[in-house]
């Protein structure tokens, strides 16, 4: 009989049932393995008092504190009237600021005999504002006795206590209890860096780096392992993604090189204007990548306005010339419809093919979408099967099987992070070999997270904005604060709409009865919170009655019919309308050059970088764009800070960072791994662009070497427990 690797072995044969059962469902932790690759969040110096001035609302945290005071209250209630109900309540302290935690009903008993003033302790629970004062109600806790009691001491071994992230069902000192009962499995940790790398770079051997992390006697310990362990994940990961750029690599392509005197020469003759630098040394990089027998896959990233959809149009007519079709990929019907209207206008009698009056070199442009009506979908589905129509724009209709191509060649997609890789693969399927591929994306992503997110693509980055386009000017209205502001926005709305010009106003919900908030919290002191957030459908009415009434005021958001939705957008691209109130469905691609403001309602709610694609729909043309970011909130907190941010620059990649560095790296990854999200633990994406640039380059030479890492079991097994077989596809998910 094999007997379990210890690392495989399961948590509930280790732990018992109870425990295994609350780590499984709170904390994802199903073996040993899993726990030993829980690792401490942070550090506590048994002598030394947590900052609790910087704890965080509704989180749930654990603190070393000393008890300042406790007072037991006796009370009257529904459930004690004769006054016999009971309430503790501890203050603890860190020597600057004090924490209150109450404690009631028969939990008083325990904690008033055990926390007297004096008495050091951990304390775990969920932050909370009661009377305007930070409180932890019930807390767990462990006392940190004197050195002389033996079992204190061997659980917190030296001066280090380690913090897990913890839930309140199991709190962080039961963790490390546990994992004392693990650790010595880790002494038979597969390692899956290879000797020469771990050697080369200094790196304490996996099992040595686990016990450093969880019971480390000096920072020096915590250093040690972090770096090792920090190369693990960045190692294991690209080594994922290296694999999956290999696979790619040898699978076919037929090679497009555009004719010399054909449809792209025609189209460039035309342009009003010269590309810039940017676009031409991208253009280069995608013709390059065209003219292989591998299939290409580029990531391509442009601030929002620099001119993407000219490259990737100049690329689809290249694939043309050379006698395939192009398709391209757009997220929501509104902007499938806006990039073919947009396409069929830049490319003119260009895109009249086989009508009369069209160029001889004209091709056909058809548009595919769900909505479409039978007769138009039973024409553009025949003109994609003969090859009569070179070029097809569509939302993911497109994927669908009665869909057939005549020789697709190129597929763009637009805006990754709508779109999963099965789609891509779905669209890719339709080419008698595997067509090429170009990703299109205005989300500035800073280069770690594009080598981590995006690792089988290669990436081109356009980041000039073509001439004549406006800069936009971004300004805070402290709505709570300064009133008066919120009336100024709209006055200058009026004056944009004055001097012919017109105004998108977004807000973050739409406001029928479907997307109605749960029920807010009861907290009397967060006023804010309990505000639902502002909606499309009452904000329309509002203004169309107060301050902007006597404007053209219309309303687009993403549950009405597509019919209506396009309808709308006609009106406003026309100038038929004044002003758009709109949830983010205007955020990716509309393109509306006469629009020069936008006021965002509620802006606190949104991300930086969703804030930043929404400002880019205005100072689309020649007049300068103005950008209003509305908000409740008061100047102290996070949130004011995020919109000053946006407020002071028009810098994509540098709103990303801030961004990255203001949220949990779980989210900056997001759904971008469904695999490996997990697998981010000591890795920061920003802080640690160095680690995960150098093991890119190690994993590609190792995977060129050994495509099956036969040679590394230890690293077959961290890939295995990192991705299952099929993961491994869907590792860039976008």
Known sequence: MD??????????????PATAKVMAEHLGLHTVGDLLHHYPRRYEERGQLTHLADLPMDEHVTVVAQVADARLHTFASAKAPRGKGQRLEVTITDGSGRLQLVFFGNGVHKPHKELLPGT??????????????????????ELLRGEDVAETVDSWAGALIPIYPATAKLESWKIAKSIQTVLPSAQEALDPLPDALREGRSLVPLPEALLKIHRPHTKADIADARNRLKWDEAFVLQVA?????HADAQLPAVARVPASDGLLTAFDADLPFTLTEGQQKVSREIFD????????????????GSGKTLVALRA???VVDAGGQAAMLAPTEVLAQQHHRSIVEMMGELAEGGMLGGSEQATKVVLLTGSMGAAARRQALLDLVTGEAGMVIGTHALIEDKVQF??????????????????????????????HLLVMTATPIPRTVAMTVFGDLETSVLDQLPAGRSPIASHVVPSADKPHFLARAWERVREEVGNGHQAYVVCPRIGDDEDEPKKARKSPEDEAEKRPPLAVLDVAGQLA?????????????????????DAVMRRFAAGGTDVLVAT??????????????????DADRFGVSQLHQLRGRVGRGSAPGLCLLVTDMPEASAARQRLNAVASTLDGFELSRIDLEQRREGDVLGQAQSGARSSLRVLAVIDDEEIIAEAREEAAAVVAADPELERLPGLRTALDALLDEDREQYLDKG
């Open 584 to 601: 983010t469905v205007i955020e990716v691609g509309v393109n509306v050059p006469n629009s020069t403001a936008m006021v965002i309602m």
């Open 120 to 141: 050091r302790a951990l304390f775990a629970g969920k932050v909370s504002v009661f009377n305007r004062r930070l409180q932890l109600a019930h807390p767990a806790y």
């Open 241 to 245: 993604l290296a694999r999956r750029r």
């Open 316 to 318: 689809m007519l290249a």
């Open 545 to 565: 009655k107060g301050p902007l009434q006597g404007l053209r005021v219309e309303v687009l958001h993403g549950r009405m019919p597509p019919e209506d939705k």
């Open 3 to 16: 007997l379990v690797p210890a690392l495989e072995e399961p948590l509930k044969k280790v732990l018992g």
């Open 406 to 435: 005549h020789d697709l060649g190129l597929v763009v997609v637009d805006e990754q992070h709508r779109f999963g890789v099965e789609q891509r693969d779905a669209l890719r399927g339709k080419g008698r070999q595997p067509p």
């Open 289 to 304: 990548d065209l003219a292989t027998e591998h299939p290409m896959h580029r990531l391509l990233q442009g601030e929002v």
